[in-house]
């Protein structure tokens, strides 16, 4: 069975950075490609990022590219979500979510793709 923790959320002052990590325990992580989604009040969930298996495929919501940086360690079954340039807006509750893929270069981009989902971690960015 699958689970993933997150951590690294907090409290940052409009156009500051934050670091979140996500461990996955409990199966091979290197079979799971990874994403990062977020829920903001009132809003429906929505894509972050996505990364494949092997790390060298990665994908970005417009509303945050250019801004994020999702990468994962294969060696300590970590994924990673860099945020940099944070605005009111980004305020919501981030979650990491894993599934199994095929392929090296797979990747999902919809919620809907995943099984595997963590207790989210919040980001609240002031101005």
């Known amino acids: 069975q699958v689970q993933l923790l997150e951590s690294g959320g907090g409290l940052v002052k409009a156009g500051g950075s934050l670091r979140l990590s996500c461990a996955l325990s409990g199966r091979p992580f290197s079979s799971y490609a990874m994403g990062w989604f977020r829920r903001a009040p009132e809003k429906e969930r929505e894509l972050v990022a996505a990364i494949s298996t092997s790390g060298l495929i990665t994908h970005y919501a417009d509303s945050m590219k250019g801004r994020v940086t999702i990468s994962r360690d294969n060696a300590t079954n970590t994924v990673y979500l860099h945020m940099n340039n944070l605005k009111p807006e980004d305020t919501a509750v981030y979650y990491c979510?894993?599934?199994?893929?095929?392929?090296?270069?797979?990747?999902?981009?919809?919620?809907?793709?995943?099984?595997?989902w963590g207790q989210g971690t919040q980001v609240t960015v002031f101005s």
């Open positions: 979510a894993a599934e199994e893929a095929y392929y090296s270069g797979s990747y999902y981009d919809r919620g809907s793709s995943y099984n595997n």
